[in-house]
C-alpha cells in the first residue's frame, strides 16, 4: 500500500501529520471547539481524552501512516490550529475519503473547502488512487455544501445509522475521479 503525504501545503494552510509533540495543541482545538463538533462528529463522544489516551491515539495514527493506511492532519494557518482532517482507505485500495472539521474560531472562513481542495489535489499524486469520495450525514449541509462547491458528483444517499447527535442516519456520498479533477483544474488554470 502507497504511503500517503505526511504534508500538504495550499495557498493558506500547511496540512501536517499530528505528531505527539503536537498533543497540548491538538487537546486545546478539540476542547475549544467540542461543543461546535458534538453534533456532527462521532468520535467526539470520547473526549476528553487523559493525555495518555491522546498520545497512544496520536501514535496509533503514525503507525497507521507508515503502514499506508490512513493519514490524520492538523490544519495550519501560520501556528494556529484551524481544524483537521485526513485521508481514509475505506473504499478500498484505489479510493480515498476525506474527512475535515474546523475549530470555532475559525468557521465560515473556506477552511474546509481549502482543506478538501488540497487533499483531493493530493490524493491523487498517490499512486494507484483513482478516486476521492466525502460523506456527510445529510443534515450536516454545511459540509456537503463543500463537494458540491469543488465539483464532486453526488453519487447518492443510503440510510445508516445515526453516529452522533444531530445526524439522522443518511449518508450522502460525494466522489471524484481522478480525470475529471485533472479535467476542472486545467480548466481553472487555463
Known amino acids: 500500500m502507497s504511503v500517503l503525504p505526511e504534508v500538504v501545503v495550499g495557498p493558506r494552510l500547511v496540512l501536517r501529520r499530528w505528531r505527539v509533540r503536537d498533543m497540548e495543541i491538538l487537546r486545546d ?3 475549544e ?16 481524552l487523559s493525555d495518555r489516551e491522546r498520545e497512544a491515539l496520536i501514535r496509533t495514527w503514525g503507525k497507521d501512516w507508515i503502514a499506508g493506511e490512513e493519514v490524520v492532519f492538523g490544519a495550519f494557518f501560520g501556528d494556529q490550529v484551524v481544524g483537521g482532517c485526513g485521508f481514509h482507505r475505506r473504499a478500498g485500495p484505489n479510493t480515498l475519503e476525506i474527512g475535515y472539521w474546523v475549530h470555532v474560531d475559525h468557521l465560515r472562513k473556506g477552511y474546509a473547502t481549502e482543506m478538501a481542495r488540497i487533499l483531493t489535489s493530493a490524493a491523487f499524486t498517490v499512486p494507484g488512487i483513482e478516486r476521492v469520495e466525502i460523506h456527510h450525514d445529510k443534515a450536516n449541509t454545511r459540509s456537503g455544501a463543500i463537494p458540491e462547491a469543488l465539483g464532486f458528483n453526488l453519487d447518492g444517499e443510503s440510510q445508516v445509522k445515526p453516529h452522533a447527535p444531530a445526524t439522522i442516519g443518511i449518508d450522502v456520498a460525494w466522489s471524484m475521479s481522478k480525470r475529471r479533477w485533472q479535467s476542472i483544474n486545467t480548466t481553472l488554470d487555463g
Open 29 to 31: 482545538a478539540i476542547q
Open 33 to 48: 471547539s467540542i461543543d461546535h463538533l458534538r453534533p456532527w462528529m462521532s468520535w467526539i463522544e470520547f473526549e476528553p
